[in-house]
């Protein structure tokens, strides 16, 4: 999807895309790039054609095509849908498949599914699954190796997977997926696997139409409005009799496979209803995070005793690293049979907060569940910054709402704001 | 023959001594010569004098039985050896033991302790300036029982 | 499933994720838990180095570990120096000459060398932190004419538990060269220094304003040694030391090996003081 930069147009404004020197698209003319790296566009034209920023309306019988046009071209479709009591990702065949009718209701350690009095398609927010299952799969072999006369003879399996389309995602999550490109695909070494997943991926998103009890994307200006990196945008506009969809057009390819569904050019007064619909989600997000200095406060405040507070309710489970859209760490597992003849190296899913993580003879370097969790956070909030230039955190609460115990990421960056120590005096050799 | 005041005031544990310090000093001290393996103080025998080295090596040492004696210490050109006169029992806790031939100023301990019980600002200025090696070495030797290089 | 072969390894590994075929030339001991490998691939050149930098060194079917160079740049062969302390480490001091081994490398960076010139070198090393500061010592004084002072600070557990032992005497004898090596504890044997390393560095001969120190051990060592070097007036940008961490993927992608903001395995090993002063004493980070 971000081969051709060249014709990459700014999904609000349509202008044309220039890639930044993070790998970002921002706008030849737009306010540039926030302090989170995402493009901030002021512009607000749309043009005509099914060129990137077209908006047309289709119906949920169109949304039953577009299901069926990609699966025709080969994507495996993947969608939110519900099992085992809540909204997972999932592939997907039809609309009905979706969610129809259900909302979530999320707090702090508490996750419920409750029936709508609407059949709105998306009308819920995130649940524990994140799209990084599909691209940044858990459990991939690395390689494998068998023993030869002169050596060993390796193996490496060179097949991403099937190409994916995924139908739904959230603006935040858009965000997540782009922080964990620039983590796994952009630095020094990329994992080329991912990379290929995530060109050959086509993304729907949809505009959040209500705030989840634990989203704070405002605070982290990773939403409510999906601005860039999808190929369609969908609005849903339910009101009375009338069910149908709004879809902004963000590329060539979307446009190309909306091309070719029964469609009809959105008007103003659509629009209109969209826009007030994604304000009405931006004023009633449940949570806030001040993120003003939060890199240094964090910084600065290492020793803070609140670290201990949250020490004695953190229980290390992990939750929060497994459901976070953004956590990215992995470790590998060598395995041989019992002949010593062959052996292969998995790559896993892992989590900062297992005692093995930092583990190097003598011990681990963080033993303590303070520790840990001190580890986890500051590196979302804060050193994330330094490694690679946004914070690690879209504020879609997943980490709130699934914490067992309720602890809430942003209520501990306000108790440490609230009461910030002095300044420790300057350690030998500060620069 | 540089007299016992010009030696003692070139020893670091003594920069920057006003010249009656010095003068109070010197008369609490002489000149000590060890041969290798000579040594300077036993463990357990009354720590009557302790030595600023001029020249040359000393190895403390404590004896371990079936291990021989282990040494946890070298002091060399510019140290003292003898922290035990400064406090009761004033008895010498380890072995110190010219390693090759030292010259060293002996200092009778307790001519010194008498002179600072008489004289509280001098004694006050000696105490500051023994304390500053021997916390040093103190903390010196919190690292080295972390025994950083065995296995753990 | 398509297959990739790479029995025969040659020049950099086009894989960072796949570990190269290496055969075991030499094995020898160093010490009781200690033995040093030299590995050569199977055919062709082995990669390029900078001293500092560390292979992956596999064993097969058992795991892999972080291990620095410690030879010389103008060998054929790659030298790891191995401790046994775990499984891999065990595994990998085991081997016999004509095994072989798997390895992926070199990650990391540097020790800074080559920018070094007519600086004073002062190279504190701690127990088996010696191996890693080897081939930057050989880089040194293959090319000594471009520092002025070159001081080497070495201590370690006791005269029975020293690595390159045999080297650190021939190193001795040259005159443009001073060290001291000290030890924790010792016997009547031992007529050299008894004490910790950082008691060594205010009586080394070298111009603080313009020496760059390199140290590398056991943290609390170097955390030691380092206040020791300020406290000397180096500045702390001219003083590296070299981290560790659990290492898995070595290539920034699996985030073991971060501390603070820094991935070891590749804005480290080598890190220079003043970019992590404010964590390197705190605990746990």
Sequence with gaps: MFLAWRRRRHAVCGVQLVRGSDGVGACTDGVGPRDNGIPDCGRNQMSNSLASGATVMISREGLESLLQALARRGYEVVGPTVRDEAIVYDRITHVADLPVGWTDRQEAGRYRLERRSDDALFGFNVGPHAWKRFLHRSVETLWTMRRTENGAMIERDDNAGPKFAFVGVRSCELHAIAIQDRVLSKGPYADAAYAMRRRDAFIIAVNCGQAGGTCFCVSMQTGPKAQYGFDLALTELLNGGTHELLVEVGTETGGDILRQLSHRPAGEVERAAAAAIVARTADQMGRHLETAGLKELLENNLNHPRWDDVADRCLTCGNCTMVCPTCFCTTVEDHSDLGGMSAERVRKWDSCFTMDFSFIHGGSIRKTPKARYRQWMTHKLATWIDQFGTSGCVGCGRCITWCPVGIDITAEAAAIRADPEAQKGRHRGDA | ?152 | ?285
């Design chain 2, 1 to 152: 023959m540089a007299t016992l005041e010009e030696i003692l005031r070139e020893h670091p544990l003594f920069a920057g001594a006003s010249g009656e310090q010095v003068r109070l000093v010197a008369g609490c001290g002489r000149n000590r010569l060890f041969r290798a393996g000579d040594y300077l103080c036993r463990e357990g025998e009354p720590a009557n004098e302790f030595f600023l080295i001029r020249e040359g090596k000393v190895a403390l040492d404590i004896a371990a039985p079936g291990r021989g004696p282990i040494v946890f210490e070298t002091l060399g050109v510019g140290d003292f050896v003898g922290d035990s006169w400064l406090v009761p029992p004033y008895r010498w806790t380890f072995d110190a033991r010219a390693v090759g031939l030292t010259r060293t100023i002996g200092i009778d301990g307790a001519c010194l302790r008498g002179k600072c019980e008489t004289d509280h600002e001098f004694g006050y200025e000696m105490m500051k300036r023994f304390l500053t090696p021997l916390v040093r070495r103190l903390q010196e030797h919190r690292l080295q029982i972390l025994d950083v290089y065995g296995k753990h």
């Design chain 3, 1 to 285: 499933m398509s297959t990739a072969s790479t029995e025969a390894a040659n020049g950099r590994p086009s894989d960072p994720l796949v570990p190269q075929i290496y055969l075991v030339d030499r094995v020898s001991r160093e010490l009781p838990d200690t033995v040093t490998l030299d590995l050569s691939p199977l055919s062709g050149t082995r990669p390029q180095f900078k001293p500092g930098q560390f292979n992956m060194l596999y064993a097969f079917g058992i795991g892999e570990v972080a291990i620095s160079m410690s030879g010389d740049g103008a060998h054929t062969s790659f030298v790891h120096t191995i401790r046994e302390v775990g499984a891999v480490s065990s595994a990998l001091a085991r081997l016999t000459p004509g095994e072989t081994v798997g390895l992926r490398g070199p990650f990391g960076n540097g020790w800074p060398v080559n920018d070094a010139d007519g600086s004073d070198i002062v190279i504190v090393a701690g127990g088996l932190g010696l191996a890693p500061l080897r081939p930057a010592i050989y880089q040194i004084l293959a090319d000594r004419g471009r520092y002025g002072r070159v001081v080497i600070l070495f201590g370690t557990r006791n005269p029975t538990e020293m690595l390159y032992r045999h080297e650190l005497e021939q190193w001795r004898q040259r005159l443009d060269v001073d060290i001291e090596v000290t030890v924790d504890h010792a016997d009547r044997d031992w007529h050299g220094s008894v004490g910790v390393v950082p008691k060594l560095i205010p009586r080394a001969a070298f111009d603080p304003e313009k020496a760059v120190a390199l140290v590398c051990g056991p943290e609390v060592m170097m955390r030691f040694s380092v206040n020791a070097l300020l406290d000397a007036g180096i500045r702390p940008q001219s003083i590296y030391v070299s981290m560790e961490r659990n290492m898995k993927c070595a290539v920034g992608l699996c985030g073991h090996c971060q501390f603070g903001p820094t991935f070891v395995c590749k804005d480290g090993p080598v890190t220079r003081y003043d970019r992590i002063a404010t964590i390197f004493a705190m605990r746990e980070i």
